[in-house]
């Protein structure tokens, strides 16, 4: 009955015939002689046949094993779940991204050897676990037979670094949540230390925060804020982003528009694609754990292995983008990302409009930052706190956000696509982040984030000018919305969304040691030479 519960819920067939075989605690050598345990779960029956590798940090029981050791074993996919090194009793120390490629093709290769397994490998996972996939995918020889990517991307080095700032608030609560796991009860939800973690993020300096989060150090806080200056190669060994175009695995991908890799993931989509290979994906009106998005990447991981290990399939014919289109509550279907579009440009005038670019001469609008009252974060790809589409009229009533606003549409404006900002800026001191994000404001006035972007800035910013301007070019990120008609659209800008991201301390003080900041005037420029603006991508059938 447990288990027909769980087919209904995920959106799965009724799974037929007795469960599977369970074969706890294997242990698989590594070169370097550390053992990794793994559990296997076999469909009753079954001698030999293909394998699900599916790699952990967060443990083999609970939801892992249900879902992805039940779950898939019931529907005909013979799958291991292992614990990754320093993790849920196997040996070595836990560095995230350090070893993920040895020890995985280590585990692939040892699997291949087993009586159990015909040779045929897939990966399966969501978040961390499809960071092990690609660690290995690219580099497996024999192939493997197909890559099943929840929420996740080919590289984690610009979502620890969006746009050059630490990602302070996702950086802090997943160190505090791994530094707890393996105590009793560490992993069950916890709103006192959720409220610790959450003060936390403002500790200084920010490679304290983790004894400030739950009174110890966390190696990987350490090395994330450590290593978060420009052209530091730390992180080298967990980016696989340059061999996406020459894998030639069969991929089917989930994602949401408020997940925190959803940049990534779609880069990683149209990679293969420009390389003619045929992924697949979905996208949702999700955030980084919600359980629509858990479900679906469940239901697609399992009818893709299937169609890829059984031969069944049904779950293939469909369009190889589908997404779901916010405030039209609708799905579409396309045959390539991003889908056809006209590229329309929104520009930032004096006195708070959004429109057609200025003509002559206009003075640019002023506003100052201060690191020591940051301005706040609201909503948005967060992995924990209030997250995807808030009320922005709290932070866009403070002095140190610009707003600018359209006029009421006159009929409902799709936007599908890659988005982006382009913003003239002139800053006190050299050392400053630019905040942009897209609102929209509907007849009662309530603004809600739709999508948003960050970068920062230097001392020797190459695009200045003579008089200091520099040229800043945002990249939001994707999405896919109706603004209604009647609604407008708003614009911000600021210095910053706090604990989001790291607050500039103006100095130029590495971000994991600093504690001292400075008050940074902004001027943003939008007269003709100077035409501030987004670029969004409107899409008409």
Known sequence: MLQRIADLLLGLPKAEGPAPVATKGLRIPMPDGVHLVADRYTPAGLRSGPVVLVRTPYGRSGPIAALFGSVFARHGLQTVVQSTRGTFGSEGEFRPFHLEREDGIATAEWLREQPWCDGRLATAGLSYLGHTQWAIGPYLDPPLEAMALGVTASEFVSTFYPGGVLAADNMVSWSAMIGRQEERFGALPNPVQKRKTRRAMAHLPLNAADVAAIGKQVLFLRDVTTHAEPDDGYWAMSDHSAEVAGLTVPVSMVTGWYDLFIQGQLRDFRTLQDAGRAPRITIGPWAHGDPASLRISVQDQVGFLRAHLLDDRAQLQRSPVRLYLQQAATWLDFDAWPPESTATESHLRPI??????????????????????????????????????????????????????????????????????????????????????????????????????????????????????????????????????????????????????????????????????????????????????????????
């Open 352 to 541: 708070g409009g959004l429109g057609e670019v200025v003509s002559g001469e206009a003075q640019p609008t002023a506003f100052t930052y201060d690191p020591t009252d940051p301005t706040p974060a609201v909503g948005g790809p967060l992995l924990t706190g209030t997250n995807k589409q808030q009320d922005n009229n709290v932070v866009e009533a403070r002095d140190d956000v610009l707003v600018f606003t359209g006029e009421p549409l006159i009929a409902d404006l799709d936007v599908i696509g890659e988005a982006s900002a382009t913003v003239f800026v002139r800053t006190e001191l050299g050392h400053a982040d630019v905040y942009v994000r897209l609102c929209d404001v509907d007849q009662d006035g309530r603004s809600r984030n739709v999508t948003d972007g960050i970068l920062r800035l230097r001392p020797g910013a190459p695009e200045a000018d003579a008089d200091g301007i520099v040229t800043v070019r945002v990249q939001l990120d994707p999405t896919a919305y109706r603004f209604r008609r009647g609604h407008r659209l708003r614009v911000q800008v600021a210095g910053g969304a706090f604990p989001r991201f790291a607050r500039n301390h103006g100095t130029g003080e590495p971000v994991a040691s600093a504690v001292d900041g400075k008050a940074n005037r902004f001027e943003i420029f939008h007269d003709a030479a100077h035409p501030s603006r987004v670029t969004l991508p409107v899409f008409s059938r």
